[in-house]
């Protein structure tokens, strides 16, 4: 049984082993068993689905996945949890963990060897510092998921759902509702972790599209401009793009593009929806 979700179970680990909380690997760990519960619950995590983890900490995440999940494949970076997670996972036989950084982890062939390529469910509690690389590798890399399921900074929830007119609207939120759908799924307050963290979080779910919600011609062309228009986010979008050095149209063209799509030439690229960034690669790529 999962034992791990309280303040009391958590501490007696951290003695047993003695170990230090690293601050530069986003060491929170979750001590609210209903947190676990809901998140599991968010996740939709089945007998059929095979489940990866991103950072499992001392398992006490991992040991309710192992419980609702088919086979789990957790990645932790810090080598003094590896002995931990042997100690606390020993009761099953469902799970793999795989000592590196996930961000040096090629998730695709992993996927293809360990689940035959079929989608997996991504299940993390991450470390604050790298959200936004780990989904947009997963996405980019085009490794097949079904969902992922994450606690984050509260603020970055909000960025992922919302769309021009916001202070938060930027790349991740147009990447993110490019590949999924985005839906918060609980607050989580600080106190529900060792050591509280300085702000509050929120678990997102972000559910793959089936099909993409807009037509573009060159995904990469796409995401080059909208990453060089919030790049500069005070300048025109002409600036902007005229000065990516990851593209090379002129001034001339860019105009015409913007104009093209029925918008305004000096307009800022944070004005512009999704379908509109989608239309003005196209018609750029042209
Ligand atoms: N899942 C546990 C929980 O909920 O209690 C721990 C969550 S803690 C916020 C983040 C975990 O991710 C830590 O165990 C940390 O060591 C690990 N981590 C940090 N950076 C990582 C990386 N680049 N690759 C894999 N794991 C990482």
């Known amino acids: 049984m999962a034992y791990l979700g309280t303040p009391g179970a958590t501490k007696e680990v951290i003695n047993k082993y003695s170990f230090a909380f ?3 690997f986003g060491q929170n760990f979750l001590i609210d068993s209903n947190v676990l519960e809901n998140i599991v619950e968010a996740a939709g995590i089945t007998k059929d689905d095979f489940v990866l983890e991103i ?8 040991q309710y996945l192992c419980e609702s ?3 789990v494949l957790a990645v932790e970076i810090d080598k003094m949890l590896i002995p931990i997670l042997e100690d606390t996972l020993s009761e099953y036989d469902n799970v793999e963990v795989i000592n590196q950084d996930v961000l040096k982890v090629d998730i695709k062939s992993l996927v293809e060897e360990k689940n035959n390529g079929r989608p997996i469910k991504v299940v993390a509690n991450l470390p604050y510092y790298i959200t936004t690389p780990i989904i947009m590798g997963l996405f980019e890399s085009k490794v097949p998921i079904e969902s992922i399921t994450i606690m984050v900074q509260k603020e970055v929830a909000d960025r992922m759902q919302t769309g021009p007119g916001s202070k938060d609207y930027g790349a991740l939120s147009l990447a993110v509702q490019y590949y999924a759908e985005a839906k918060v799924m609980l607050n ?3 106190t529900c972790f060792m ?3 300085n702000v509050d979080s929120a678990v997102i779910k ?7 919600p807009v037509e573009v011609k060159d995904e990469s062309l796409m995401f080059r401009i909208i990453k060089a228009s919030f790049n500069q986010r005070r300048k025109t979008l002409v600036n902007g793009l005229k000065n990516s050095s990851e593209l ?3 001034k001339e063209e860019i105009t015409e593009a913007i104009k093209s799509i029925g918008k305004e030439e000096n307009i800022r690229g944070e004005k512009l929806t999704l379908e509109e960034f989608a239309k003005l690669s196209n018609a750029l790529g042209k």
């Open 22 to 24: 690293q601050k530069k």
């Open 55 to 62: 950072g499992p900490g001392i398992g006490t995440m991992t």
């Open 69 to 71: 999940a088919r086979q």
């Open 188 to 190: 989580v307050s600080a």
């Open 195 to 197: 050591p509280r963290p």
């Open 206 to 212: 972000l559910t793959r599209h089936q099909e993409s």
């Open 248 to 250: 090379d149209f002129s």
